[in-house]
């Protein structure tokens, strides 16, 4: 079982940048992706970006070359440059694991980011 908690949310103007922090306890032996997610009121969950095991990352077309994944022991970041209006939304992360054909899929409480123009 792994338990997530972000945090660094907050408002910011236009340009401004954000580190958010997701910090994940538990058995995390397992994770081989460690995601981004952010919503909108009345919307989906979209993803924002990738970071696997191996250290590769990916990352959605609005937010490639701003925003940037990293890991730190079991705290995984989101590192948020030039943020514009559009990023304001709740963002989550996602852990997913395997063990034995085992699929675990994790998710945050979620950290709100608002952006003012």
């Known amino acids: 079982q792994v338990e997530l908690v972000e945090s660094g949310g907050g408002e910011v103007q236009a340009g401004g940048s954000l580190r958010l922090s997701c910090a994940a306890s538990?058995?995390?032996?397992?994770?081989?992706?460690m995601n981004w997610y952010r919503q909108t009121p009345g919307q989906g969950r979209d993803f924002v970006s990738s970071?696997?095991?191996?250290?590769s990352t990916a990352y959605a077309d609005d937010v490639e070359g701003r925003f940037t994944t990293s890991r730190g022991g079991n705290t995984l970041y989101l590192e948020m440059n030039n943020l514009k209006p559009e990023d304001t939304a709740k963002y989550f992360c996602?852990?997913?694991?395997?063990?034995?054909?085992?699929?675990?899929?994790?998710w945050g409480q979620g950290t709100q980011v608002n952006v003012s123009s």
């Open positions: 970071l696997g095991s191996d250290g």
């Open positions: 996602r852990y997913k694991s395997r063990r034995n054909r085992v699929n675990g899929d994790y």
């Open positions: 538990g058995d995390t032996s397992a994770v081989y992706a």
